[in-house]
């Protein structure tokens, strides 16, 4: 959640509420030390030990498995547990695309006291999308390949979803003039500040020339990949 907006917590809680989803945790699990990544633990024993079908066994020992959305922070998550816990390194591969994790993978422990292991999944997501907003929002945090959508459609969605709610500080970032909604003279003038051009020899009746022309692609890439990783400030696309 460190690269989400979540001045309005207590809203989305309330709205998770509504859902039917309770016990929730907003964690950076990039941090080395994250205060809620710690709190998961205490949770997750006191709900279990709460479910009377769980006090079976004398032993406390637990297996729980990790769901959610391809590319959302699964492996990330188990990872920080044994960080914190076991103060061990990584066991679950981790990658900035989705379909890292390609199986449930064997069980992983990440604390000693009680015992508890996870296991790893591939990312899940709904049969059927509800609509084509959704769909959007869902590709531009990356939980499909960007080549199945397109760069270049997901980096309009972007400019459209940064200007609706008014974060322009694009603008800066890439040196414009002023917020626009134009997204190939954004996309022309990320190219330009990056440097990413590329040479296309012209057939002219005069001869050939070789012209430089701005990298659309690469610059949609590096404006998808900044709004990633938080370079285009907090943002809550919901
Ligand atoms: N900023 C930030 N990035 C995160 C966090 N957790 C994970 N990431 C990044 O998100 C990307 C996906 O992380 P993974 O842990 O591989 O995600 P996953 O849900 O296991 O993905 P799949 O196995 O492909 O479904 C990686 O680039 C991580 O570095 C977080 O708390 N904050
Ligand atoms: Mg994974």
């Known amino acids: 959640m460190d690269v989400a907006d979540i001045s309005k917590k207590q809203s989305i809680l309330k709205q998770f509420e509504r859902e039917g989803v309770k016990n929730v945790l907003f964690t950076d699990c990039l941090r080395q030390h994250d205060e809620n990544v710690k ?73 000693e006291r009680p015992i508890i292991h996870l296991l790893d999944t591939p990312g899940v997501l709904p049969p059927r999308i509800e609509n084509i907003e959704t769909g959007m929002k869902l590709a531009l945090c ?18 459209f979803s940064l200007n609706r709610l008014e974060r322009f500080s694009y603008v800066e970032k890439y040196s414009l003039e002023e917020p626009c909604d134009d997204i190939q003279h954004v996309l022309k003038c990320i190219a330009v500040k990056l440097g990413k051009t590329r040479r296309v020899k012209a057939i002219t009746g005069v001869g050939n020339i070789t012209v430089q022309l701005p990298d659309y692609s690469a610059a949609a890439y590096d404006f998808i990949r900044a709004f990633r990783k938080g370079e285009l400030g907090k943002v809550m696309l919901d």
């Open 39 to 111: 709190k998961i633990v205490p949770l997750v024993s006191k709900l279990i030990e709460s479910t009377s079908r769980f006090h079976r066994e004398e032993e406390r020992c637990y297996c729980l498995m990790v769901i959610g959305v391809p590319n959302v922070g699964k492996s990330s998550l188990i990872n920080a547990l044994r960080r914190t816990y076991l103060k061990k390194g990584k066991a679950s591969k981790v990658g900035a695309e989705p379909g890292i994790t390609k199986a449930v993978l064997t069980k992983i422990q990440v604390c």
């Open 142 to 159: 990356g939980t499909v390949l960007d080549h199945l959508v397109g760069e270049d459609v997901i980096a309009d969605f972007l400019l």
